[in-house]
């Protein structure tokens, strides 16, 4: 057994062709695993199964929506505190997806309360976000998202420059606290889970302030 | 006081059982399916129900079909069974409903214990009502109950009965949701005694043709169909006619965003979600124009004439 993984290390370490393979290999099923949430819904779609999603889907998929948003988000967050204390350098490669999967399901849970709940209503939808400060925090969360979204890659990385590129998307501590927010301010009765994403959050972000050790990001 | 025309129905118009009951569920829980482990249990629960003999009373009329059973009984909100929507069917099994009785008090003349059985003696009728929910959703659903008007004639409220609370059972032993204090327990609502009193304001003990589920509010429940489902308290063990508007669970939870009064009304948003139109289960899109008194203004606009309906939500 350690034998076994003695060479498994000697492999990794003395081919980087591997390890890229690897890591590449891992990013692939990391891709087909996050988009699991949203292929389940098409599956139930396309198989007429709305009853996998309850007495109303359309909440179903609204909450689904949402609360992989903020799942993504935070394990966005959690990215560099898990590099830093496993000492993985590799994980900083999932951290994009990671982030890009924020986007899309946010992006997803736009479009079902545009569509589902406020049925294509533009002008409600416009009262909403200025009457109602868990929709206003939202939609801010998610505007505030489509500049990362946009700047995601390597190109605009170089256009910005390093520093400037880290100062912009260090505003996805605001939009995670805008998201975790919103969540807190819409549900009726039960916090239970939006205080422990706002613990998550607590740590991640709280992780942060600690003192560093030759690292950045 | 406007009086509904109480008709019976051709049997033709009337919509068969089999309908109502979703034979799949009761298969899958025969063959102990673990695919539909949670419909199976719900199915188990209705195993428990029988059913009930009731007039059917089509007024007033609705054009929409019932809810398909499986989704009345599969979503709800019940706290004191948890607060997702699919706790109530998981958890609602371990309520004890019988022998049931209700404490009727208060400004009364002849106060007095009634058991749910005598109540089914009385004579039931079949109402099918719109019933929508505070948080813009709404079903349909068939109810088989009394008057409440008749109970009160039991019992012979005086001219001090201004209000009517009704209370909850609180039993945490078999109710996991008591555990937390996400309302002050037991849950109580409350109507105006007019209000009380309409004809269409119904003291439930069944549904879909059986006994109420669990869930549901079994074994006896209010359904007071042009106010917010949360207005029509479940699970009833004392009904007291009071003189001062009572405090309900909702307005002390929250006040800003749950009023007495609760009737539907498109033109009065929730604090937090507009209440103009509504999603009509199982239908994706909230697309439904919501009326105001749930559809019921005919019958009940009355009893809030020179009312400030947005000041009185």
Request: charged fraction near 20%; proline fraction near 6%; charge should be positive.
């Amino acid at each position: 057994m350690g034998d076994q993984v003695s060479r498994l290390r000697t492999v990794s370490e003395s081919s980087g062709f591997s390890r890229k393979r690897l890591v590449f290999g891992l990013k692939v099923a990391v891709f087909i695993v996050s988009l699991w949430p949203v292929t389940e819904i098409v599956i139930a779609f396309l198989t007429g199964n709305t009853r996998l999603f309850g007495a109303n889907p359309a909440e179903k998929i609204l909450h689904r929506t949402g609360d992989w948003a903020i799942y993504f988000l935070l394990i966005t967050l959690a990215i560099s505190p898990l590099r830093r204390i496993t000492g993985l350098n590799d994980l900083i490669k999932f951290r994009r997806m990671a982030g890009l999967f924020a986007f899309f399901y946010a992006f997803l849970h736009l479009m079902s309360y545009i569509a589902f709940d406020r049925f294509f209503y533009f002008d409600e939808i416009l009262q909403d976000i200025f009457k109602r400060p868990f929709i206003f925090v939202g939609i801010a969360a998610f505007i505030l998202l489509i500049p990362l979204a946009v700047t995601s890659t390597r190109g605009w990385v170089q256009r910005l420059g390093g520093h400037r590129w880290i100062l912009l998307h260090r505003s996805v501590y605001i939009i995670a606290i805008l998201g975790v927010a919103h969540y807190w301010w819409l549900v009726k009765r039960d916090l239970l889970w939006p205080a422990i994403y706002a613990g998550i959050l607590i740590v991640l972000l709280g992780y942060r302030l600690l003192p560093k050790k030759r690292f950045r990001g | 006081m406007p009086r509904l025309i109480s008709k019976p129905i051709p049997s033709s118009e009337i919509t068969p059982r089999e309908v109502y009951l979703n034979r799949r569920a009761l298969l899958a829980a025969a063959a102990g399916g673990s695919a539909l482990a949670m419909m199976g249990k719900a199915a188990f629960a209705s195993g428990l129900r029988r059913p009930l003999e009731a007039i059917p009373n089509t007024a007033p009329k609705i054009s929409d079909a019932p809810t398909d059973h499986d989704l009345a009984t599969s979503y709800n909100n019940f706290y004191e069974f948890g607060t997702s929507k699919s706790d109530p069917a998981r958890n609602a099994d371990a309520l004890t409903t019988k022998p049931w009785t209700i404490e009727i008090v208060g400004e009364v003349i002849k106060p007095r214990t009634i058991d749910v059985e005598e109540l089914i003696n009385m004579g039931l009728e079949e109402r099918i009502y719109r019933f929508r929910c505070v948080e813009a959703w709404s079903m349909v659903i068939p109810w088989i109950g009394l008057e409440f008007n008749k109970i009160a004639a039991l019992v012979e409220p005086t001219s001090r009965a201004k209000y009517v609370k009704f209370v909850t059972v609180n039993r945490p032993s078999e109710m996991p949701g008591l555990r937390s204090d996400m309302l002050d327990w037991p849950y109580t609502e409350g109507l105006r005694i007019d209000e009380a009193m309409h004809p269409l304001t119904l003291l439930t003990v069944g549904m879909y043709g059986q006994t109420l589920a669990n869930q549901n509010g079994a074994p006896v429940r209010m359904i007071v169909p042009w106010k917010y489902g949360f207005k029509s308290g479940k699970s009833i063990v004392r009904i007291e006619f009071v003189e001062k508007q009572p405090v309900t669970a909702w307005v002390a939870a929250n006040s800003r965003e749950y009023g007495f009064y609760s009737n539907v009304n498109p033109d009065v948003d929730h604090p937090r979600w507009t209440q103009k139109r509504e999603r009509l289960l199982p239908d994706f899109f909230a697309s439904r124009d919501t009326e105001k008194f749930n559809g019921y203004g005919e019958q009940v606009a009355s009893l809030y004439s020179g009312m400030d309906l947005k000041v009185n939500y």
